[in-house]
């Protein structure tokens, strides 16, 4: 026998089963790709969602599967003619014959290297296929279409550098294959088209806040109040800017030495808040139950809360507050048509000095748009129509403010309406604030509707959550005394 019997039997072994022929072909392939893809991903990290995806998610499972083909092949479906390799009696004459157990040495070492090799490039790949899975452009990008809304708010949010697994998974290996079976179902949904749109917000299934927010935030550790300046502008022709000016009683969580107070003392650990809500997004709240540290409990009810809570079959769910009841939209941050247009004309996007731009924008952005082609041309054709009309000089004169304002009006609309993805005006609920009409986020709660047997209610006092320095004020005081100039 040669001196390298054992892997010209292996070689034969596997020349000789079909299975393990193609398993080999496979992996023969398959190996130079992956490894120059792997090293440069290794270097460079490569953020094209497609080529990670045909590599961890196409070419990395055949290399695995051809190597367990050339395996199985060898040892379970050998071919018409026995390549011994694998039988016992092969095995013994090695072992119990003298001369040919030193040749089976140097050939261990062989085997060993192979192995060794295999077991290299396999974990590189788990471990860059890991990072590819967890990666913002895998996660943002690959489904295009369908988290484009969430990509992009995601985008312009003071988020956009945290990865999304961050708030959606979080540390652990549990969390880590919940995702990933929740993942490979989505995956599913979107290849066979069933996905609901608009994509329904995971708020059942978020992790708590104390495993990935409190990760990187501590409420505990806030102190004092944050004033809140907010430019806006009204539909009249000057677009007349004018300011609210809010002081935030931002509060703290309270720490060993502090105590809790303000907007986080919800989320201290000596106040725990429980609630049941009637419905899937938890915008009826008809009981809210306060425990303090020494376990006296408040049940704060509305008067119909029997009824509610009667009459649905989720009412048994009771859940207790964390930084999502009102941080529910952290990262994924639909403005409302006045807002967006408002930041746009703050930040000169949209010119101010075009007149009525803010009323006409509000007209042309408001309505529903069947794609966002047919937004953009709508807006094209009606600013520039109304303009004409209007201020035919102006148009002639300075074009390109029109032109601005086309393109400002436009970036409000995409970044916040997906029609693609049914993401119209408004359908994703903010809880940061109340809104314009008092009924949503903190309002849930704070509308002095909740009473306690004992007549306490939550306070919808407007100076319970901010003081309100200024409001729509065109000049106001406040800011000029914080400027520094003398009244
Ligand atoms: C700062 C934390 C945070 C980051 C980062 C983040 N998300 Fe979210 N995401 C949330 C929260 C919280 C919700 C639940 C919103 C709700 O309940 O209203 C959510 C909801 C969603 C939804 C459901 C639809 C919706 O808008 O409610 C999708 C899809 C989603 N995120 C995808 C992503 C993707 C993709 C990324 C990365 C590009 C990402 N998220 C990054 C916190 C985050
Ligand atoms: C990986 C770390 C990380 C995680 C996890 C994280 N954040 Fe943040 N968050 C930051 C950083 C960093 C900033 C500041 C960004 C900046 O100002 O540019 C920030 C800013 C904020 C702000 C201020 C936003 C603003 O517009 O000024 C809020 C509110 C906030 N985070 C809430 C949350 C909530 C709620 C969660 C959980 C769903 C969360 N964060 C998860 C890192 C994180
Ligand atoms: C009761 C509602 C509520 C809860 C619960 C809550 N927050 Fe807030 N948080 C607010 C409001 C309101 C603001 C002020 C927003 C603004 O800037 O106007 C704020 C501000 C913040 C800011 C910005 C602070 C700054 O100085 O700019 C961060 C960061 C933050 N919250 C994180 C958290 C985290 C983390 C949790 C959970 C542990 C949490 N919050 C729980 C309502 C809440
Ligand atoms: C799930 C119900 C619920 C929601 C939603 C809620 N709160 Fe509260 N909040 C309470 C309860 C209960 C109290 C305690 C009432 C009492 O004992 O007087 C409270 C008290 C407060 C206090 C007084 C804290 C102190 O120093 O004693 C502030 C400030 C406050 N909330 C702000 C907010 C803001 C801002 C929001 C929205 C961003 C909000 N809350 C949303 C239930 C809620
Ligand atoms: C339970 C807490 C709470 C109560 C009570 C409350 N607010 Fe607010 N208010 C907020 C929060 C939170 C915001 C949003 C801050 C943000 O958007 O960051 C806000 C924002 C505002 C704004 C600014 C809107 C904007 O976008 O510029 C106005 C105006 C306002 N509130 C008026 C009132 C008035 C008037 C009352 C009394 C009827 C009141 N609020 C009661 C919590 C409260």
């Not at 050998?78 to 095995?91: I, K, P, S, V």
């Not at 107070?261 to 429980?274: D, F, L, S, Y």
């Not at 540290?293 to 704060?300: E, P, Y």
């Not at 409302?336 to 803010?358: N, S, T």
């Amino acid at each position: 026998m040669g001196q390298f019997e054992i892997v010209k039997d292996f070689f034969l072994g596997i020349s000789r089963s079909r299975i393990s022929f193609i398993g080999g072909m496979l992996v023969t392939i398959t190996t130079p790709f992956l490894l120059t893809y792997m090293m440069a991903d290794t270097i460079w990290h490569i953020k094209n969602p497609y080529s990670g995806a045909a590599v961890y998610l196409a070419l990395g499972p055949v290399f695995l599967v051809g190597l367990a083909m050339i395996f199985v092949g060898a040892f379970f479906f050998r071919g018409d003619r026995d390549a011994h390799l694998f039988t016992l009696e092969y095995m013994r004459k090695y072992f119990t014959e003298p001369g040919m157990f030193l040749r089976l040495r140097k050939n261990v070492f062989l085997i060993v290297l192979l192995t060794s090799i295999n077991v290299a490039v396999f974990s590189m790949f788990l471990y860059r296929a890991y990072h590819y899975m967890e990666s913002t452009s895998f996660c943002g990008q690959f489904c295009h279409t369908v988290m484009e809304p969430e990509h992009t708010a995601f985008q312009n949010s003071a988020h956009s550098r945290v990865a999304c697994v961050e708030c959606h998974i979080g540390s652990g290996a549990g969390w880590f294959v919940k995702s990933k079976i929740s993942g490979a179902r989505q995956l599913l949904a979107v290849v066979a088209d069933t996905y609901p749109t608009p994509i329904e917000t995971p708020v059942h299934g978020l992790r708590p806040a104390r495993d990935t927010c409190e990760e990187c935030h501590r409420p505990e550790l806030f102190h004092g109040d944050k004033l809140r300046i907010t430019k806006r502008f009204l539909p009249d022709e000057q677009n007349s800017a004018v300011h609210d000016v809010l002081l935030m009683k931002i509060g703290s969580a309270g720490d060993r030495a502090k105590s809790s107070h303000g907007i986080h003392w919800h989320v201290a650990p000596e106040n725990k808040i429980t609630y049941r809500s009637t419905d899937h997004s938890r915008m009826i709240i008809p009981e809210v139950i306060l425990t303090e540290a020494d376990g006296t409990q408040t049940v704060f009810r509305t008067p119909d809360a029997d009824e509610l809570l009667q009459d649905t079959a989720s009412a048994a769910e009771m859940r207790e507050m964390d930084c999502i009841d009102c941080h529910n939209r952290p990262s994924h941050i639909y403005l409302l048509p006045d807002d967006a247009l408002d930041l746009l004309l703050a930040e000169g996007d949209i010119p101010q000095e075009l007149p009525y731009i803010k009323a006409q924008a509000m007209e042309v952005i408001t309505p529903t748009y069947e794609s966002l082609d047919q937004a953009k041309s709508t807006i094209t054709s009606k600013l520039t129509n109304w303009y004409k009309e209007n201020y035919p000089q102006l148009v002639t004169e300075k074009p390109e403010l029109l032109k601005r304002a086309i393109k400002g009006v436009i970036t409000a609309y995409s970044n916040n309406v997906f029609p693609e993805m049914k993401v119209e005006w408004g359908t994703y609920v903010n809880h940061i604030t109340h809104g314009p009409d008092f009924d949503i986020g903190c309002f849930r709660c704070h509308d002095d509707m909740h009473e306690s047997p004992e007549g306490k209610t939550i306070s919808a006092d407007c100076n319970t959550c901010h003081t309100l320095l200024a409001i729509e004020e065109q000049d106001p005081p406040i800011l000029r005394t914080l400027q520094g100039e003398k009244l």
